[in-house]
Nanobody
Framework: QVQLVESGGGSVQAGGSLRLSCAVS????????LAWFRQGAGKEREGVAA????????YYNDFLKGRFAVSQDSAKKTLYLEMNNLKPEDTAMYYC?????????????????WGQGTQVTVSS
């Protein structure tokens, strides 16, 4: 069973930065596509960024406007999300997810494996 464990969330002021980590139990075909999603209170879960672990192709949701960066350390089997210039509207639970390919990278219903999430709170 694939396990995903997020960490790095916390409370910051607007304009601050955070780095989220997702420890992945295996780097196999089952986790070829790793992604970050987020869900704010009363909102639908939305895709933030995705990464193909094999060819390192990266996908970003348009709303980010360059503020976030996703990366991986394959030796550590860890996915990262560097978040800069955080805004109150970035407040959400951030989830790591995995599936076999990155087609339709932000369609949450296609993801097989999910972590428990890490909370990010941005105050104004």
């Amino acid at each position: 069973q694939v396990q995903l464990v997020e960490s790095g969330g916390g409370s910051v002021q607007a304009g601050g930065s955070l780095r989220l980590s997702c420890a992945v139990s295996e780097y196999t075909d089952r986790t070829r596509c790793l992604a970050w999603f987020r869900q704010g209170a009363g909102k639908e879960r939305e895709g933030v960024a995705a990464l193909n672990t094999g060819i390192n192709t990266i996908y970003y949701n348009d709303f980010l406007k360059g503020r976030f960066a996703v990366s991986q350390d394959s030796a550590k089997k860890t996915l990262y999300l560097e978040m800069n210039n955080l805004k109150p509207e970035d407040t959400a639970m951030y989830y790591c997810a995995a599936k076999t390919h990155c087609r339709d990278a932000f369609e949450r219903r296609l993801y097989t494996y999910w972590g428990q999430g890490t909370q990010v709170t941005v105050s104004s």
